[in-house]
């Protein structure tokens, strides 16, 4: 049935946005290389989940691939659709590159069968490091109200049913509240800041890709936490070394701390085909290695 899942949204809404962004905002965006990009990510996530099956067979569950065609391929259309909504090449071959590598990160760079990184995230920064034909672009969306109105009202359809405003929100209050204190400090008027917080590109972040529910802190206390860590390492790198896209290097950074946030604030992990997972009521520190049967 479509739109049954929370992702269903999520992917027309990124869709909506690459379309609204080519179209309205002149992007120089190729949406053939959108098809290369979304068919990388398909097909290594169809590769990789097959070979995993086949690692995992037995005799009492044979590997079967007809399964596989399904399960993963809504993660890997909302990977690519953040790529190509992010990064901007000057050949269609990095765009494939970061897309196999944001799918791959997900199979082997995950701690207690959890991945930490964000997918498109770690594509992207990947290739920022690896080619010099990639960069991202954070004015591409300028910083018009009504974008700041979709922006909210788009998010709404996914945070609602996922529980992850907490994310959102700790972000966006820590980052904003740091931006408003230098702008008092410097004695700048208030359309600087107003400026720098309408930022499309910054909304997108806060509400797409750094509230990815399988790859950020299970508890509400740690993802709280992990945000205005975020925020605080993007204000740095931003006024520290003025670097254009400290937003995806500080989510990059700070990623693998989800595995010691998860130790320390415990709650059950996020699952799709389930309701919002309840939260421990208490700060539990326990650094014992119990694995979880969860991709």
Known sequence: MPFSDARDYQIAILSGFLFLGVYTRDWTLHLDWVGFTVAACVLTQWSLSAWQARQKATIEKPFQIQPL???????????????????????????????????????????????????????????????????????????????????????????????????????????????????????????????QLSSGSLLLFAFFMLTDPRSIPNAKKGRIFWSISIALLTFILQHGVYSSSAIFWALFALAPTTVLIDKVWKSSRFNWQESEPKESSKFAPDFSMQPVNLL
């Open 69 to 195: 065609l399904i399960s993963g391929l809504r993660s890997s259309l909302i990977t690519a659709l953040g790529i190509s909504l992010l990064l901007r090449v000057n050949h269609p071959i990095v765009l494939v590159l970061a897309g196999s590598l944001a799918i791959a990160s997900k199979f082997f760079l995950k701690y207690e069968n959890k991945h930490f990184f964000n997918p498109a995230n770690f594509g992207i920064i990947t290739v920022l490091l690896l080619s010099k034909d990639a960069w991202v672009s954070p004015g591409q969306w300028g910083t018009d109200w009504w974008y700041l109105i979709l922006f909210f009202s788009a998010a709404g359809l996914v945070l609602n049913k996922v529980g992850r405003w907490d994310t959102s929100i700790a972000f966006l209050i820590s980052y904003g509240g740091l931006e408003i204190a230098r702008n008092f400090w410097l004695g700048w008027s208030w359309d600087v800041v107003a400026h």
